[in-house]
């Protein structure tokens, strides 16, 4: 069997489970790291506590205890080996209160024998950990090498990209974000506001049902424009310049029409003669020498439209945006993820005036007065 006792909080519970609680204490076994150099020292003190024990009966105690821990590979016998690199996060506390979980005396007589976790002996991740005194991203100390020292949004590019940007990588990301904010009444923020009226007390609610309003209308086309010029670029020939591009966005819009599909990234329901935005990421893209094929076949895109579609269209901002996302490297739909991560900030931005200021009752209001009941055809 084995036992996953990694953090200083599961690997006390576990000692209080096998009856050595004093375990938990003692130096040598402080901190984690401690316990994986002296890994086969527990396994024979934990075997020694459990080994007159049913396999099932040790497995239900740990579970409520709140310990990880699972089956070996081996059918015979009841040994057990304690794993120092298994996180405690895969499974949850099934400690029940009023009773401390024993593996060391007899059966309890509600154990289940029948029930066994599906559990492995360690879960991957290369992003975050912690013990008692240190929190770890990527390797580097959050107190120590990052507070202080990397701005959230050159944070956010580092975890998701696994490498730190450039200067003018992290120019550009923070921009994209910026822009990506906010954008005023919109459904989303309309569902957050509407949410936060009904649930007041559920401000993670509010966010939420913002945030899932994100689609291929609102925020989705940051990654719909990424995709389609990945795609485009997938099957072109080298693009050396401008009239390269040009030639090959007059073959992307000629297939989109004969396809009848919507070209992404062009066109905004407020902007009609040009989405600020647009040329605020070209000029940042540009000077900070971070200006890739994909916003350059965007930008030719928006050169040759008119004579494919017959009328003038601007590029939207979350157009923009995918564009700049994807020339950062990011696949499409890691897009959409970024669209998101910066319009929780807006979200929570007016969830946060709905409290000041509300006005979630004058819009519940407004829709309830003007409702009108349209009676479906008679029942047969």
């Not at 401390?100 to 029930?115: E, W």
């Not at 580097?140 to 580092?158: H, I, N, P, T, Y």
């Not at 910066?342 to 200021?357: I, N, S, Y």
Request: proline letters at 6%; a neutral charge; glycine letters at 12%.
């Amino acid at each position: 069997m084995r036992i996953g006792a990694d953090r200083d909080t599961v690997f006390h519970r576990s000692c209080q489970a096998i009856g050595r609680p004093e375990l938990s204490g003692a130096p040598r076994f402080a901190p984690h790291q401690a316990r994986g150099a002296k890994q086969e020292e527990l396994d024979v003190l934990i075997s020694h506590r459990t080994r007159a024990r049913d396999r099932g009966d040790v497995l239900t105690c740990m579970q409520e205890a709140g310990v990880p821990a699972g089956r070996g590979r081996s059918s015979a016998g009841t040994t057990t080996r304690s794993t120092a690199t298994c996180s405690d996060s895969a499974a949850p506390s099934r400690r029940r209160s009023g009773r401390t979980a024993r593996c060391d005396g007899p059966p309890h007589p509600s154990a289940d024998r029948t029930q066994e976790p599906l559990m492995s002996s360690t879960y991957r991740t290369g992003l975050g950990t912690s013990d008692l005194h240190h929190i770890r991203l990527m390797g580097q100390d959050v107190a120590g090498d990052l507070m202080g020292k990397v701005s959230f949004g050159e944070l956010a590019f580092w975890m998701v990209a696994g490498r730190r940007p450039s200067d003018g990588e992290s120019a550009l990301f923070n921009a994209v974000l910026v822009a990506l904010t906010d954008h005023g009444l919109t459904p989303m923020v309309i569902a957050s506001r509407m949410t936060l009226t009904s649930a007041p007390e559920s401000i993670q609610g509010a966010v939420a049902s913002g945030l899932l309003g994100g689609g291929s209308r609102f925020l989705g086309v940051t990654e719909d424009v990424a995709r389609f010029l990945a795609d485009g670029l997938a099957g072109a020939a080298e693009l050396r310049d401008e009239s390269d591009y040009d030639a090959r966005a007059m073959q992307l819009l000629r297939q989109y029409r004969e396809r009848r599909q919507t070209i992404p990234g062009l066109g905004h329901p407020v902007h009609k003669e040009g989405d600020p935005r647009t040329p605020v990421i070209y000029e940042i893209a540009a000077r900070e020498g971070v200006l890739g094929p994909h916003l350059s076949l965007l930008a030719a895109v928006e050169r040759v439209h008119p004579e494919v579609l017959g009328r003038t269209l601007p590029v939207n901002g979350a157009g923009v945006c995918g564009a700049a996302l994807a020339d950062l490297g990011f696949s499409p739909e890691l897009a959409r993820g970024f669209a998101l991560l910066a319009r929780t900030a807006g979200l929570l931005a007016h969830v946060a005036e709905e409290m000041r200021d509300p006005i979630g009752l004058q819009l519940y209001r407004a829709v309830d007065e003007r409702a009108e009941y349209v009676p479906g055809p008679p029942a047969d």
